[in-house]
């Protein structure tokens, strides 16, 4: 792990070239990565489950590590951090996303939503309760993604069949298999969003 | 992940600039192959120029095409219903595709410039002529299952993965570029290249000259059109073999056609000589069996992959009789 602590000549930089809002008469600059091994910061405001935070971040820096690692929102979880797990789902601007193929910066100004803003106050999300109800996890490894999947999968209308669901949820692998129920949590959520 | 500028024009023309004036400079737009690929050492850039604030996002039909912009998403254009209405391959070709997260980040750009899943090319402790022209290419005599039949070379197996591609491709796409030396119109059949003796250079694109769009044209036969994609799983996977067929019947006649495939080619791949086999014939066994056999006449299968010889001339049959509601 690199260190996040930034040095004077970092805190310069951001403070210099890249503190205003990020243009094309901005490039944010990274040369100061080569000679100091720590790299330029850049502000940027990230807007999640209602909460708008600012944080300085290298521009390399993915959603799904701003989320965990500078907002302690670690609901997101990292499986492959190669966009094929789908435990790093998140919503952003109501559709579902993989949050380690994509970069803080490139999500400023949406509004992003993870597994920490899907309940209000104590009362879980139909979808979370079903989650609950119906077994569908193991090792929870999974779940967030899943539960953020699921919520959009219910949302877009994809959950008319099993089958339906099976397709439309294949981008979040279960590695203890708790597929059959994820599905029929899945299905009974979306039947009570219905209502 | 090495560390890079960045900067987010709100123009195509500076988008261009900023990547043309510097050698390592890359555009990112969806970001979903690039990052994973940086991430893994297969590639780097020291400037990231994000093209998301440019406003290349609307599909839209016109004077007889229908126009996709570079930003338009995956799930956008899969749905779209002029798209699902008179070009179906595309908007099957796209479902099949990756997963419902991906499709909502990928940009359509992107899609045609993603680069081939050999896992060799990806790992950067492995030799790859693609990634370090020179280095070699360990798929030749190892690990070669999901590699290339057609249009190899003996520097490069390496399979194109997209399946829009390979749609596009069958409908007689043009790739609309803008770049540091003007606009420009590039048939489909011309923007990706053979691999050759430098299978580094994948594309027609000039450093800093950017995918703003592609056009399709509006025919007949591109309304009768599907895509058949064979993969490992049933979903949420690349092809091991995918055919594109567009088809122009009179009866039981093949007035004309295209055929194009994916998964068994070092670019998306159209058979002239599948295509010459069927044209002005009827769909029998005996030309969709003349019509595999033409496709495959070049093949080069290697130890892991000569099932796709069989696999891809089978894949046609089934998917031409489906068309063309012969059973």
Redesign the interface.
Known sequence: MESWEPNRRTVLKAGGAAAAA???S??????A??ETGT??T?DIKLKVNGVEHELAV???V?LLDALRERLDLTGTKKGC???EC?AC?VLVDD????S????A??RQNAAITTIEGLAAGDKLHPLQAAFIRRDAFQCGGCTSGQIM?GV??IE?G?TGSADEI???M???LCRCACYANIVDAVQDAAEELRR | MKAFDYASPSTVADAVRLVGERAGAGFIAGGTDLLNLMKDGARAHDRIVDINALPLGDVVQTGGVIRIGALARMTDVAAHPAVRRALPVVSQALLASASPQVRNMAAIGGNILQRTRCGYFRDAGSPCNKRVPGSGCPALEGQNRGHAVLGGSDHCIAVHPSDFAVALLALDAVVLTQGPSGSRRIPMGEFHLLPGATPDRETALAHGELVVGVEVPLTPMAAKSAYLKLRDRTTFEFAVVAVAAALDLRGNVVRDLRLTFGGIATKPWRSLEAEAALRGKPITDATLTAAGQALVAGAVARAGNAFKVDLVQRALAGHLRELGGVR
Do not use: F, Y
């Not at chain 1, 901005?26 to 040369?31: G, L, R």
């Not at chain 1, 380690?100 to 970069?103: H, N």
């Open positions: 990020i243009g094309v901005q490039v944010v600059e990274a040369s990565a080569e790299a330029s850049v290298e521009p390399r993915t951090d190669r966009g789908g789902t559709r579902r996303i993989k380690c193929l994509t970069l910066v490139m999947s959009a999968c877009e994809h099976r397709e439309w294949s981008g979040n």
